[in-house]
Structures are given as structure tokens and as C-alpha cells.
T-cell receptor
């Protein structure tokens, strides 16, 4: 059974650019969530996808968008990057609520 | 602001017990979780407890839940150097799948 894999592991982008981060969920998991973890803080919920539909969204602007594919993998897209978008982006998959969320190792995004 | 609060730092001697505390505000919490994060890594689920339970034990880990005070603790017995990490408390509430995290407690194990 493979866990959650994220790519790339590190990324440097320039302010104003766009970025796509990718996540493969754990085998059998149909729900994917994305979190932003700024340095020294706890992760903040961005949004969640269940069966290819957005199923909840945190306090993030519309330039943060996502997709979930039929194989339950997911993408996080961020447009018009700002310096404050520099963070560790974590993907988590789960099979419903309460079973525990399995996290990937994250993508470290640096915006310069 | 955070709905989940934790103390920021804990220093413990190797072999002693560590107790990490967390308070939460939402009375409709359903599950409460403890995650571990080592430097440069993602989050590792350590354990979780359903909100109608008082205690859960899993090897060296003991979770205690005081629903009246909305207080959650994680006790690590016989703390080892490999336990040095940041520990996050998190909750989910009824009908909402998102995890709400605290800011994390940095645990340093000294020899």
C-alpha cells in the first residue's frame, strides 16, 4: 500500500507567476485535502475534494484552485503568486471522516 | 485565529515522560488528533480519539480527553531522542471534514 506522494518536493517561483502542485492519494482513499503551512505555524485548510467535487473551502482567495481526477489524485493551482504564498503545501487523503488523514511530505514553495 | 491552542515548547530529559497539552473551543468536535512533524517532513498521524472517549492508549502514547474543560493531552512514556519533533493537536467537527490545527508544540529531548 503506497502512501500519499506529492510533487515536486521543492519549487522556486517568481511573484506573479502561476504554479501547479500535484498529489497522489493513498490507495483506496477517495478524499483529498490541501493545507498551507507557513513557517512556524500549524497547517491551514485550503480546500477538500471528494469524488472530483470541491467539498469545503477555507479562507483562501479564488486564485487558489484545485482539481481531483477520477483516480482520486489531485492538483492545487495558485495564480498570481505573492511572496506570502511561500509555505509548505501539504496534501492529505482519507476515506471519510474519522479514520485519520494520511499526509504527504509536502511541496516547499518559495516565491521570490 | 486558532480554535486550537497549544503551548509552544517543551523540554524533557531522555527516559522521562512528556506531556503535551492542547485546548480546543468547538463543543461539536468529533475527532481529536495528534500529529508529529519532524524537520523538513510532512505530518505523521500518531493517534486520534473520538470525542465520546476519555482515554486511549497505544504503546508509549496515552491520550486523555477532558470534554468539560475542552482539554486534550498526549503523554509519551520513556521519551527518546527520536521523539524530538513538533507535535500538532487537531480537531474535526461534526459534518465538516477539515482539520483545524494548533500552532504546534516543539518537543526537545535532552540527554
Amino acid at each position: 500500500e503506497t502512501g500519499v506522494t506529492q510533487s515536486p518536493t521543492h519549487l522556486i517561483k517568481t511573484r506573479g507567476q502561476q504554479v501547479t502542485l500535484r498529489c497522489s492519494s493513498q490507495s483506496g482513499h477517495n478524499t483529498v485535502s490541501w493545507y498551507q503551512q507557513a513557517l512556524g505555524q500549524g497547517p491551514q485548510f485550503i480546500f477538500q475534494y471528494y469524488r472530483e467535487e470541491e467539498n469545503g473551502r477555507g479562507n483562501f482567495p479564488p486564485r487558489f484552485s484545485g482539481l481531483q481526477f477520477p483516480n482520486y489524485s489531485s492538483e492545487l493551482n495558485v495564480n498570481a503568486l505573492e511572496l506570502d504564498d511561500s509555505a509548505l503545501y501539504l496534501c492529505a487523503s482519507s476515506l471519510g471522516q474519522g479514520e485519520g488523514y494520511t499526509f504527504g511530505s509536502g511541496t516547499r514553495l518559495t516565491v521570490v | 485565529g486558532e480554535d486550537v491552542e497549544q503551548s509552544l515548547f517543551l523540554s524533557v530529559r531522555e527516559g522521562d515522560s512528556s506531556v503535551i497539552n492542547c485546548t480546543y473551543t468547538d463543543s461539536s468536535s468529533t475527532y481529536l488528533y495528534w500529529y508529529k512533524q519532524e524537520p523538513g517532513a510532512g505530518l505523521q498521524l500518531l493517534t486520534y480519539i473520538f470525542s465520546n472517549m476519555d482515554m486511549k492508549q497505544d504503546q508509549r502514547l496515552t491520550v486523555l480527553l477532558n470534554k468539560k474543560d475542552k482539554h486534550l493531552s498526549l503523554r509519551i512514556a520513556d521519551t527518546q531522542t527520536g521523539d524530538s519533533a513538533i507535535y500538532f493537536c487537531a480537531e474535526t467537527v461534526f459534518n465538516d471534514y477539515k482539520l483545524s490545527f494548533g500552532a504546534g508544540t516543539t518537543v526537545t529531548v535532552r540527554a
